[in-house]
């Protein structure tokens, strides 16, 4: 299956939640553990524009395709994060810009290297690298796409749900421009499937760890990947890793909940 690039960029739409009942939360407020897993995927979402930093001094930058994606890309997850923003608001929690810069900066030196590791590695690795690149992005997609109609349908607030099914369609079309381009740079390229291969199985965390601390991944796994269905989730996403070309038996989502003693 192709992705139409100039298809995706022409018809990329911010979110919209203004036609919704905002104020329905002040009669029905969500409870704290969603509040919680709401505020990290907030972060998370406004986070974006960091990655695609680290992303544009890598060889992806010379693929106009992936960079016509990305721009597109990271405006519409920006609008994700001001959605929840909104959400969280109604509850009284504000996302406060500085304090999202200060948990930036106290990531020091390791934060500002990011982009310096990432353009030598990749630059020593090549074209490769974009497939790596690629194949990463398609496992946080899906990632993405789980965890908001799981919290959908776990909170079953009908405006949540509302919003969450919204923001999960526009994670669905990430996901397919990820997906297909790994697809064919992995297919067209047995070092990078050796490449991405170690890659995932050394290097992958859940999306958000290294940025969040370790209690906030726990919580939002906990959440949203523990349990039998959470478990389900997990292995569905892995299923859909494991079919990439090179990349089969891989498990990287129920190891990391594993890792972390997550029960099923
Ligand atoms: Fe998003
Ligand atoms: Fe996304």
Redesign the pocket.
Known sequence: MAFDIDRYTTTSEKVTWQDLDFESFRDDPLPESTLRSLRYMCDI?YH?VCYLRDLLVTPSHKDVDVTAFMTMWNR??FW?GEALAAVLKVHGIVVDYDELKSTRLKLGWKDRLDPVKQALLGNLIGKDFIAVHMVWGAANEWS?VAAYNRLADLEGHPVLAELLRR?AK??SR?VAFYATQARDRLAKSKKAQVIARFALSKAWGPVGSGVMTDDEVFHVMSHLMGGTDGRKEAAKIDAHIAKMPGLSGLTIVQDALDKRGIAA
């Open positions: 979402e974006t519409e997850e994700h993405a923001i526009q994670e990430h």
